[in-house]
């Protein structure tokens, strides 16, 4: 039996049936309706007093039915049959309305999120045609057509990426039914085609929306700081933004993170971008990426997921491509619920016989193992860099770890500093595996040599994921085990002060309290006089250096001396 859609609350049978043969209609392919068709529709929604939409395939079916408005019967994102900001989804709709009036905006909203080949707008009335045996019937008084047309690039940001559709003014049913439907899709495809590749679209490369949500415990600056960042980190692992949208609550909506207008905006923003992948701004729980995956079309990944990309794709040792997958192994786990929920796969052997399992416990199971397994190597590589440890605290060497926010320049100043090789890119999470070299350093006053082993660490950001930071407690540990620790800023970073303190907030998470801690401020060479004296003010003690440009080096080996003698003087 064919499913009815929308409101069914007080519909008789016989109602229900007429609704219902209306999906063994079937009107010419070339034709947006008929006469038949359209007062037919008339009738029924005159009868049962509620505003009807029909959705038909370009080859003139019927596929749904459902009682109430465009907006209130709408196929989910998920259902249509087509997408691509180059084409429309190969359905259109055929509505009611009981009073006149032009198509809301919130319909035509509708229309654009599916991507609708067009919107067919009915005015029925109720007196017109009358029964045999008595009883008004519906009648077509007028008609709209409502249909999608190409954004440019520059109207893109001219109406700040807000749709662009084409309405008729009201047309009598006998002209619109003599319209050429094929010759008017067609044209409309062929045009979103022509700037779509005007746009030099790379489709191997995600056309990202990023969406934010500020919270009552949030700041503007805070919350403006954390959206670039995701901004940066998104172009990091290879994506394009091409939009953000900003909402703010007293607190995220427990089913999907912004409220239902949002939502709306958001459905709309990505079919008239284009966008194929939405980044929230924070972490989403399971149910809150399925139901505005359901919503929007296209795939939700949040602020974890994007890092989690990166540190896949930066990985470059066994340790480190063996702590990643971990990581990501443990933040994909809880998140298998709804895959697979109509698949079965029967196992093989005694006690795996009836009902079966179904595929999601399967992989749930698998993953299980494979997570134990990838967790007693991290065990063992933890083990392995403590023996490392050990080794040169035998030889008396001090060891020194350089800390900071990712991308502060930690891996530059190693190479600088020693003459290393460690890869270096204006990029967030650059390195993840440890660097570590002999640093030589010549005290000033007597003339005496001392080596320092300086290890270059993976960067700090603002709320480290907790698998990453679980994942990497053998990398970590490198930290704590350190004799001291130089915390890397970078100065000519407009949220520097919240990268110090988020710095700090990790580094008092730890298991084992850090050695002291030098504060080095790096890139002053990028740095205007205002912001130097000010972090001078606030840090007596700091030093600054320009690792590119060899600014400050000569100070800061003298200030890694001093901490030297700090830190191992008590053990002396």
Aim: aromatic content about 4%; charged content about 20%.
């Amino acid at each position: 039996m064919e499913t009815i859609y929308g409101n069914l609350v007080g519909l008789k049978p016989s109602q229900l049936k007429q609704l219902q043969r209306l999906y063994h209609q079937r009107l010419p392919g070339d034709r947006l309706t008929t006469p038949e068709f359209a007062q037919r529709l008339a009738a029924i929604s005159a009868d049962i007093k509620q505003p009807l939409c029909t959705y038909l395939n370009r080859r003139g079916q019927v596929i749904r039915v459902g009682v109430g408005t465009p907006t209130q019967t709408k196929i989910p994102p998920l259902d249509l049959p087509r997408y691509g900001a180059e084409r429309l989804c190969g359905i259109r709709c055929i509505a009611t309305q009981l009073k006149s009036h032009t198509p809301r905006n919130a319909d035509l909203t509708a229309m654009a999120i599916q991507r609708l080949d067009a919107l067919v707008l009915l005015t029925v009335s109720e007196s017109g045609f009358e029964r045999r045996g008595g009883g008004a019937t519906g009648y077509v008084n007028e008609t709209y057509l409502a249909h999608l047309i190409p954004v440019t690039q520059s109207s893109k940001q001219d109406n700040d990426g807000q749709p662009s559709w084409h309405l008729s003014p009201a047309l009598s049913l006998d002209l619109l039914t003599k319209q050429d439907f094929f010759d008017l899709v067609e044209g409309l495809e062929a045009e979103f085609r022509r700037e779509f590749i005007a746009q030099h679209v790379d489709v191997d490369q995600d056309r990202v929306l990023i969406v934010g949500l500020m919270t009552g415990n949030m700041n503007k600056g805070q919350f403006e700081d954390g959206l670039a960042e995701i901004a940066r980190l998104v172009q990091t692992a290879g994506g394009e933004v091409l939009q953000t949208l900003r909402q703010r609550r007293s607190q995220p909506h427990p089913q999907t993170v912004v409220g239902a207008g949002k939502v709306q905006e958001i459905a709309l923003t990505v079919q008239t971008l284009g966008t194929n992948l939405v980044v929230f701004d924070r972490d989403l729980s399971p149910a809150q990426v399925r139901n505005l995956e359901a919503q929007t079309g296209v795939r939700v990944v949040d602020r974890t997921e994007v890092i989690l990309d990166i540190f896949a794709q930066r990985a470059q040792s066994r340790a480190g491509k063996l702590q990643v997958e971990l990581a990501q192994l443990e933040y994909m786990l809880p998140r298998l619920t709804g895959r697979g929920q109509a698949m079965s796969r029967l196992g093989g052997g005694i006690g795996t016989r009836g009902p079966g399992e179904t595929k999601l416990e399967t992989e749930r199971r698998a993953i299980q193992r494979r997570i134990a397994r990838l967790q007693q190597e991290v065990n063992q590589l933890q083990a392995h860099r403590s023996r490392m440890r050990q080794r040169r605290q035998k030889q008396d060497v001090p060891t020194i770890s350089v800390v900071g926010y990712t991308n502060a320049g930690k891996s530059t100043l190693l190479n600088t500093l020693t003459n290393a090789e460690v890869y270096t890119a204006d990029q967030l999470f650059a390195t993840l595996d440890p660097t570590t070299r002999r640093l030589p350093i010549t005290y000033a006053e007597t003339g005496e040599s001392i080596t320092v082993l300086l290890t270059d660490t993976v960067g700090f950001i603002h709320e480290l994921p907790p698998p990453l930071v679980d994942s990497f407690r053998a990398t970590l540990e490198e930290v704590t085990e350190a004799d001291a620790l130089i915390h890397l800023v970078d100065l000519s970073h407009p949220a520097w002060q919240n990268h110090i303190r988020s710095v700090m907030s990790i580094l008092a998470d730890m298991p084992v309290t850090p050695g002291p801690i030098l504060v080095v401020f790096n890139k002053i060479d990028d740095v205007d006089s205002d912001t130097l004296v000010l972090a001078q003010e606030e840090f007596p003690q700091g030093v600054f250096v320009s690792a590119s440009k060899r600014l400050g080096l000569e100070t800061l080996r003298q200030k890694i001396a001093q901490l030297v003698d700090y830190a191992i003087a008590p053990q002396m």
